[in-house]
């Protein structure tokens, strides 16, 4: 499903990498104004200098913005102009590791920027969101794949699950969904060595009826998805190579 012929302003929270970049480069070839946020200036500068090669028609711009940092973001959000999509893909702080080494401060971090962070920026940017508008939350199979190790990451992600269905009641006819991608090939995994990188992807494909893990383009495709189609909210769509199954 293809966006209306009218260019869209869609503001993309997090997305210099990743699923975020990935979906940035589609929105681009749509010729959409897209804006995205950074957590420092290189990483914004560098993202917007990949998304100009070779796309002639999209219009991009970008700014920083640091999630966990509450009002800032709240303040800098509320400057940003009219917007008639909001896309929120910040990673995690890390959360993972079994149950007995998960520490206060790392649980804070992860909720910080992924649970209290998202909800802050969309409070932030809803005085300026289109009646007809959408938010989509970029979440993760941890909050229902009952992996050893991930109760942080996993209360997180279930949070902001929660936080879609009742949002898209509350802020309606604003639509609220989210994109909930399973292991996925991006830069977040570069710093494995090669050899080990390839065996871990190896070792979760051989689990998912598809065989193999996800790339940046098909969770950046579920979220065009779901914010093109006025008629989806409240959904939470799996993008997991089949993981949800079980």
């Given at each position: 499903?293809?966006?209306p012929?009218?260019?869209?302003?869609?503001?993309?929270?997090?997305?210099?990498?990743?699923?975020?970049?990935?979906?940035?480069?589609?929105?681009?070839a749509?010729?959409?104004?897209?804006?995205?946020t950074?957590?420092?200036?290189?990483?914004v500068?560098?993202?917007?200098?990949?998304l100009?090669?070779?796309?002639?028609?999209?219009?991009?711009d970008?700014f920083?913005?640091d999630?966990?940092?509450?009002?800032?973001?709240?303040?800098?959000?509320?400057h940003?102009?009219?917007v008639?999509?909001?896309?929120?893909?910040?990673?995690?702080?890390?959360?993972?590791?079994?149950f007995?080494?998960?520490?206060?401060?790392m649980?804070?971090?992860?909720?910080s920027?992924?649970?209290?962070?998202?909800?802050?920026?969309?409070?932030?940017?809803?005085?300026h969101?289109?009646?007809?508008?959408?938010?989509?939350?970029?979440?993760?199979?941890?909050?229902?794949?009952?992996?050893?190790?991930s109760?942080?990451?996993?209360?997180?992600?279930?949070?902001?699950?929660?936080?879609?269905?009742?949002?898209?009641?509350?802020?309606?006819?604003?639509?609220?969904?989210?994109v909930?991608?399973?292991?996925?090939?991006?830069?977040?995994?570069?710093?494995?060595?090669?050899?080990?990188?390839a065996?871990?992807?190896?070792?979760?494909?051989?689990?998912?009826?598809?065989?193999?893990?996800?790339?940046p383009e098909?969770?950046?495709?579920?979220?065009?998805?779901?914010?093109?189609?006025h008629?989806?909210?409240?959904?939470?769509?799996?993008?997991?190579?089949?993981?949800?199954?079980?």
């Amino acid at each position: 499903m293809s966006f209306p012929q009218q260019p869209q302003r869609i503001l993309l929270l997090g997305a210099t990498k990743g699923i975020g970049f990935a979906l940035a480069r589609r929105l681009g070839a749509e010729n959409h104004h897209v804006t995205l946020t950074g957590r420092s200036q290189a990483s914004v500068d560098e993202a917007l200098s990949r998304l100009h090669t070779g796309n002639p028609v999209g219009h991009f711009d970008g700014f920083i913005l640091d999630l966990k940092a509450h009002d800032a973001a709240r303040d800098a959000l509320g400057h940003v102009g009219p917007v008639d999509h909001l896309v929120l893909c910040g990673s995690s702080e890390a959360a993972w590791g079994p149950f007995q080494t998960l520490t206060a401060k790392m649980l804070e971090q992860a909720l910080s920027m992924k649970l209290v962070g998202y909800l802050n920026a969309v409070q932030g940017v809803l005085p300026h969101l289109a009646a007809s508008g959408s938010i989509t939350f970029i979440g993760g199979t941890a909050a229902r794949a009952s992996l050893s190790g991930s109760v942080g990451i996993a209360a997180v992600n279930a949070g902001l699950e929660g936080a879609t269905r009742s949002l898209a009641r509350e802020l309606a006819p604003r639509r609220v969904n989210l994109v909930s991608p399973g292991m996925t090939s991006t830069e977040f995994w570069d710093s494995m060595p090669a050899d080990k990188k390839a065996e871990h992807f190896a070792s979760f494909a051989g689990k998912l009826p598809l065989r193999r893990v996800g790339q940046p383009e098909e969770s950046a495709e579920a979220i065009a998805f779901v914010i093109a189609n006025h008629y989806v909210t409240g959904s939470v769509i799996d993008v997991d190579g089949g993981w949800h199954l079980g």
